[in-house]
């Protein structure tokens, strides 16, 4: 069973920045996309960036510019770098990851982290 366990979470100012990581772990042959989403308190989870093994991105137009991700396919280990961090960016922070090969003909689909909270405020 693939399991994926986010790290770098943390209080920060306005401005700031912070780099989550997430690292997949189990039985994994590749991953196809990895990426981020959020949910802030009474708000639904939102998207945030996805990366694919090949590294082309995707970007939620509210954080273009300010975040990156990244990924390294060998650890199975996908970043997500914040610059320019906002108050409306405080939210827990989800990896997912999705079509993840555990087999010759084995797959796990839309697989998730338990989140790590990201507080930006003075």
């Known amino acids: 069973q693939v399991q994926l366990v986010e790290s770098g979470g943390g209080l920060v100012q306005p401005g700031g920045s912070l780099r989550l990581s997430c690292a997949a772990s189990?039985?994994?042959?590749?991953?196809?996309?990895m990426g981020w989403y959020r949910q802030a308190p009474g708000k639904q989870r939102e998207f945030v960036a996805t990366?694919?093994?090949?590294?082309?991105?995707n970007y939620t137009d509210s954080v273009k510019g300010r975040f990156t991700c990244s990924r390294d396919n060998a650890k199975n280990t996908v970043y997500l770098q914040m610059n320019s961090l906002k108050p409306e960016d405080t939210a827990v922070y989800y990896c997912?990851?999705?079509?993840?090969?555990?087999?010759?003909?084995?797959?796990?689909?839309?697989?998730w982290g338990q989140g790590t909270q990201v507080t930006v405020s003075s």
């Open positions: 997912n990851a999705d079509q993840v090969r555990v087999g010759l003909f084995s797959y796990e689909y839309d697989c």
């Open positions: 990366i694919t093994s090949g590294g082309s991105t």
């Open positions: 189990g039985s994994i042959f590749s991953i196809n996309a």
